[in-house]
């Protein structure tokens, strides 16, 4: 039966190629082959213990088996308060902030909240898929720009610049960035900044990587530039920091008047996030952070097996990221078609990526893998990627 009752609006929505190659993967292990998974940007590491007594612990409280307020419960939002003024050294209040079931609402939420039919969003490409596929859901124009390997995936700033038109409603940005793991300079924020305040343009800054950093690297958020406060959504999580993917726990930070649209639309979708979680993530921003330490120094410790790793197999070349749990080899020496070269390794190989297209344009000629999963992963992976390229070159 034709489905003549779907709306048009639907076919601009597009979706995250990790989850279908993660099927595909999954089909092959269900007929018993053995697959290294790269593919979905998920944890090895479980949830720190104390969050999950939490947890237990107002499962058995009958105050969180109700509706709740739709901002999010007042003692997350004031943890919340407290752990953004100090990291980002600005003053957030309670009324500036929005909790919803994972980050990912607030972007679904932001761009629908603030973005109209006709206006142009900046934003980073390669990058995460939702940014443009929510973009084309409102109506608006996908402005992408390239993030260039030279200068360890960062904007061409200057294309940025020169992207600006009366149109611009909004920029998005994302650092520690998913898929290269790079990370913007406080100069690259301070030329976006300038922009935003001349041209009137609402800055979306995802910084759910914020804690995931390497080496000297610090992060740095655009919020934190004078008079970009007012007009920043940030968006931040508990699934990296805190290994919550699945408990689906983030929020957004924002002007106040935008808070209240944002709350509007948690009203009209979710009514609220859950209020066990919700005391779960109370217990992660409050209770001790030492689990974030170590998972990080694991987190450092892989990304250097993998990079060296990567570098070693002839037509690879691989940066050392600063941030966040991806790396984003090129494989343009590599010869076979790129765009086959993931279905080769992982049908041949049994070693799941995705291709960089599957976050833009200008993704092509790279592959994008997880270190997050586990050591062993990592492994199998760099062997029978090593084998798989050597069986190319033979052929
Ligand atoms: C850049 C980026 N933003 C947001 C998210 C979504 O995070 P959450 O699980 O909190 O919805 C992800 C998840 O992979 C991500 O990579």
Redesign the pocket.
């Known amino acids: 039966m034709s489905m003549n009752f779907l709306a048009e609006r639907m076919k601009r929505l597009g979706t995250?190629t990790?989850f279908d190659v993660l099927v595909k993967a999954q089909a092959l292990e269900s007929q018993g082959r053995d697959i290294a998974h790269m593919e979905i940007?998920?944890l090895g590491f479980d949830t720190p213990q104390n969050i999950c007594n939490a947890a237990i612990e107002a499962i058995k409280d009958s105050r969180n088996s109700h509706y709740g307020p739709a901002a999010g419960y007042l003692k997350l939002r004031e943890a919340i308060a407290e752990y953004i003024s100090k990291t980002r050294k600005i003053d957030v209040n309670v009324n500036e902030i929005v909790v919803t079931?994972?980050?990912?609402?607030i972007?679904f939420f932001g761009i629908l909240a603030c973005v109209n039919e006709g206006d142009e969003v900046i934003y980073p490409n390669p990058?995460?898929p939702?940014y443009e596929s929510v973009i084309n859901f409102v109506g608006a124009k996908p402005v992408p720009v390239p993030l260039l390997e030279e200068v360890d995936f960062r904007f061409d700033i200057q294309r940025l610049v020169d992207s600006v038109t009366p149109k611009t409603k909004m920029i998005i940005i994302?650092s520690p960035?998913?898929?290269t793991g790079g990370i913007l300079l406080k100069s690259d924020l301070e030329v976006i900044a300038d922009l935003a305040i001349k041209n009137n343009i609402v800055v979306m800054s995802?910084e759910?990587?914020s804690q995931i950093i390497y080496d000297d690297a610090k992060h740095e958020s655009i919020a934190s530039i004078p008079g970009m406060k007012e007009r920043t959504i940030i968006?931040e999580?508990?699934?990296?920091t805190y290994a919550m993917?699945g408990w689906?726990?983030?929020y957004g930070v924002m002007p106040e008047e935008l808070a209240q649209h944002i709350t509007k639309l948690m009203v009209n979708s979710n009514s609220c996030t859950a209020g066990v979680i919700q005391s779960a993530g109370i217990e992660a921003l409050k209770g001790p952070q030492e689990s974030v330490g170590k998972m990080v120094a694991e987190l450092k410790r892989r990304r250097d097996v993998i990079v060296d790793g990567l570098n070693a197999i002839e037509g690879i070349s691989c940066k050392r990221p600063l941030g966040?749990f991806y790396v984003f080899p090129n494989v343009t020496k590599v010869p076979m078609d790129f765009m086959k070269l993931p279905d080769y390794l992982l049908y041949e190989y049994g070693v799941a990526t995705l291709a960089g297209t599957a976050f833009g344009e200008y993704g092509k000629g790279y592959l994008r893998l997880c270190y997050a999963g586990t050591m062993e992963s990592i492994m199998k992976a760099l062997e029978r990627m090593d084998k798989a390229i050597k069986a190319l070159k033979k052929g």
Do not use: C, Q, W
């Not at 079931?101 to 609402?105: L, R």
């Not at 999580?237 to 990296?240: A, H, N």
């Open positions: 995250e990790a940007g998920d079931p994972g980050a990912k609402p972007m990058g995460f939702i994302n960035h998913n898929p995802d759910v990587y968006i999580g508990f699934s990296k993917t689906r726990l983030g966040a």
